[in-house]
T-cell receptor
């Protein structure tokens, strides 16, 4: 099945430092999604990337999709305590049969820990 | 805005008992997904329904079954519960299935003793 490797597993940063998490696949992805899960919370959709080389920004968050559509990254500039949580990338199957609803395969997640 | 509703939010069961989890999707959403998340783990896809038909199947044990009803709500039925079934169970919903953004509910925390 579709798999995606996510690193690092944990990232400790000082408040104000930058943070980056990476996802890599051995096969070409149709799209990649990013979710954030706060401690004790549920996954919250952040963004979906579809196009090769796509870059999207949401305030201090920058999302990139590789040219070969095999990797993606999420970069947070100047982290704040509100950024604490686990960031997951997630992918669906490559084959689109038309209609229906494929489940997401999540990366293992990167736990962002911020020290004030 | 209305979100996905899950009930109950917490559930404690004994081994070999049964449990039923309910999910009410965002209004007008026609697709529901079920995920299981163990402590410190990533969510694992179990099963999905699109327009009341089973659409995709993941790592759902044979002891579990699910269905989507005419009002689009869904129920996950779990039988012969095992200690390892203790986890967070999330339901997500989307509009028009494939490729659509999935919106997750708050989850049901199941503890099997």
């Amino acid at each position: 099945g579709q798999q995606v490797m996510q690193i690092p597993q944990y990232q400790h940063v000082q408040e104000g430092e930058d943070f980056t998490t990476y996802c890599n696949s051995s096969t070409t992805l149709s799209n990649i999604q990013w979710y954030k899960q706060r401690p004790g919370g549920h996954p919250v959709f952040l963004i979906q990337l579809v196009k090769s080389g796509e870059v999207k920004k949401q305030k201090r968050l920058t999302f990139q999709f590789g040219e070969a559509k095999k990797n993606s990254s999420l970069h947070i500039t100047a982290t704040q305590t509100t950024d604490v949580g686990t960031y997951f990338c997630a992918v669906t199957k490559i084959m689109y049969s038309g209609g229906g609803a494929d489940g997401l395969t999540f990366g293992k997640g990167t736990h962002l820990i911020i020290q004030p | 805005a209305a979100g996905v509703i899950q009930s109950p939010r917490h559930l404690i069961k004994e081994k070999r008992e049964t449990a039923t989890l309910k999910c009410y999707p965002i209004p007008r959403h026609d697709t529901v997904y079920w995920y299981q998340q163990g402590p410190g783990q990533d969510p694992q896809f179990l099963i999905s329904f699109y327009e009341k038909m089973q659409s995709d199947k993941g790592s759902i044990p044979d002891r579990f079954s699910a269905q989507q009803f005419s009002d689009y709500h869904s129920e996950l039925n779990m039988s012969s519960l095992e200690l390892g079934d203790s986890a967070l169970y999330f339901c997500a919903s989307s509009l028009e299935g494939q490729g659509a953004t999935q919106y997750f509910g708050p989850g049901t925390r199941l503890l099997v003793l």
